[in-house]
């Protein structure tokens, strides 16, 4: 029963840790329990600086819970919503990590990964399933996508190239696929 009530305390998502010991007292055993509360919540900071999501929605976001003590439990739901934001707009593959430092003056940090497009290959396939030289040019196909390396992967943005690239009549079929960079 203590155990459960420990991790009650713990879970409330308010105390960095949760620790007790029992003392001998003179009408029996006495329980002491010792929190480490969180520090008091007072701004985020994201990693890299550079990232479409505004400092000022973030604000927005966490804003009533400023000047309060940081809830573990409030902090999650805030960052799925954050994870939302970015997947409602296509950005499928940002990934938000943390927090990764919480530091003493109740500032939190937070990693966000938006998933950046390193490298567009193209390949043609044969009926047989095997690469082959295409007879189309590269620069014909890349100049109708919009999705560029160096910018961040956007699933709409993808879907509207396929389209154009599919209105110029010139495939039976587009496929794309997805992978992790080498680097």
Same mark, same amino acid.
């Given at each position: 029963?203590?155990? !459960? &009530? ?35 919540? !007072? ?6 600086? /550079?990232?479409?999501? #505004? ?5 927005? +976001? ?18 799925? /919503? ?5 997947? &409602? ?15 003493? &003056? ?10 950046? *497009?390193?490298?567009?290959? +193209? ?6 399933? !095997? ?19 160096? #910018? ?12 154009? +690239? ?9 496929? *794309? ?7």
């Amino acid at each position: 029963k203590l155990k !459960k &009530d420990l991790n009650s305390i713990y879970l409330s998502g308010l105390f960095s840790g949760v620790k007790f010991k029992t003392e001998e007292g003179p009408l029996g055993v006495r329980l002491v329990v010792n929190v480490i509360p969180n520090p008091i919540f !007072k701004g985020v900071k994201v990693n890299p600086r /550079e990232v479409i999501i #505004s400092q000022k929605y973030l604000n927005n +976001l966490f804003n009533k819970y400023y000047g309060k003590t940081l809830n573990f439990n409030i902090l999650k739901e805030k960052i799925n /919503e954050i994870k939302k934001w970015y997947e &409602d707009r296509g950005y499928s593959l940002a990934r938000i990590s943390g927090p990764e430092r919480i530091s003493d &003056d109740g500032r939190v940090q937070l990693n966000i990964d938006e998933g950046r *497009v390193s490298k567009i290959e +193209l390949r043609f396939i044969g009926n047989d399933e !095997k690469v082959r030289k295409g007879k189309t040019k590269d620069w014909v196909i890349k100049r109708e996508l919009k999705t560029r390396p160096n #910018s961040i992967f956007n699933r709409k943005i993808l879907e509207e190239d396929i389209k154009r +690239l599919y209105s110029l009549s010139l495939f039976n079929d587009i496929k *794309v696929s997805l992978g992790p960079d080498k680097s």
